[in-house]
Each structure stands twice: as C-alpha cells, then as structure tokens.
C-alpha cells in the first residue's frame, strides 16, 4: 500500500498505492514543500512567536522544514498537526530528510517520532503537539497564525476539500493569518472566499503551475 519514491530533487517521498496518491510532488519532495509552506506561509507571518496548524502530518517533512527555520531565524513556533492515518516507525526511516535536512538528526527523530496528544519540547526554537483525528471531526481550540493545508488532493480525498472544514479553520485563524495549500482548482478558491478569505494565486514550484494562499483580513 506503501511505496518509498525518490524525487528530482534527491528526497524521498511515499506513494499511497490505494489511493495512488504521492505525499510531495515526484519534482521534488523537500523542493516542494519549501516553496509552499516555509516561503509562502511560515515567512508569510512577521511575528516571531508563531502558532502553526498542519492538516495532514504526513512524513513530518513540513514540520521538520518549519524546526530547520525556527533554528535560523531565531523564531518561537508553537506547532500543531492533525493526522487521521500515522505512519508507523519504520516508514520513517526510509525516508532521507535526515541527510538533507540541516537540523540535528535527534531533533528530526523527536519531530517524527514524539508522542501523540501532548506538547512536545524540542528545542528552545520548536514545540509540537500532535493528534491522531479526522481534521473534519477534530475540536479546534487553538489560534492559529497560519495553517498548512496539506491533505491529499480533492481526487484522492474530496471530503477535505468541503466548506465546512475551512469555516471552522477561519474561525481559528488570527486576523492577518493564512491557509497556505498546493491546491489551486476553482472549485476551492470560490468556497474559501465564501468562507470570507481572501485569495491570493501564487507560482507554483517545478511542476505545478499555481498554489493558493487565503488570508483573513
């Protein structure tokens, strides 16, 4: 069901054969996910004490990119992530993140490996908390400054792509925060502007032509 798959930009990702959805894109996983979340939504936010919310952990790459940046600029993140479906250990470690990631590998370890359902401090920069919940059925309580919407795509998961999730992320979201996603269909953008965002298309990284940020303003 699971298969590791090496992007062109030399990281792995994973291929969900039942559902026949990747976790990045095959031009680049980190690449990828660098452009989307760190440059157009964790550097989208000017505070430097930051409150993020992922849907959809994943690998943790996302997370492990958002420690890597705390550490550089000196920045306090206070970061949530909601997942339905974890992957076990052992995924994990056959993905490459540790080589390529500029972070120490016990803190990367921490980020992946930490427990469920309560805050976990891994370094003076970084605080994660995770959850095992289906995000449309998960009690939001926490402010966010920025969410990183990261959920298989409306073919692969078409529940999470209903407007009912993203009136109660707005509802979370401080004023002047933001959805950042990869998803850019139209179907999407009419929803979260119904939702009262507002919508910025951004350039997409290699291979895909646009992304999506929605702000409450």
């Known amino acids: 069901m699971l298969e590791l798959i090496h992007t062109a930009d030399g990281s792995t990702t994973i291929l969900n054969t039942e559902l026949n959805a990747t976790y990045h894109s095959k031009f680049g996983a980190i ?89 976990n401090i891994i370094n003076s920069n970084f605080s994660i908390t995770k959850f095992k919940s289906d995000a449309n059925e998960f009690n939001y309580t926490q402010k966010a400054d920025v969410i990183y919407y990261d959920a298989f795509g409306p073919g692969a998961a078409p529940e999470m792509w209903q407007s009912p999730i993203f009136e109660k992320l707005y509802s979370i979201l401080n004023t002047g925060g933001c959805i950042i996603t990869f998803c850019a269909q139209g179907e999407l953008k009419r929803i979260l502007k119904r939702c009262g965002f507002t919508i910025e298309s951004l350039q997409g990284p290699p291979g895909k032509r646009e992304i999506t940020r929605a702000i409450k303003n």
Request: proline share 1%.
């Open 31 to 119: 690449q990828e996910s660098t452009h989307i979340f760190i440059n157009n939504g964790l550097k989208f936010i000017t505070k430097t004490n930051i409150n993020v919310l992922e849907i959809g952990f994943g690998t943790g790459l996302n997370a492990m990119l958002s420690l890597q940046k705390a550490v550089k600029e000196n920045l306090n993140v206070n970061y949530s992530a909601i997942e339905k479906y974890p992957l076990e250990k052992e995924v994990f470690e056959k993905l490459n993140y540790f080589e390529l990631i500029d972070i120490r590998k016990e803190q990367l370890d921490a980020v992946l490996n930490c427990e469920w359902e309560k805050e």
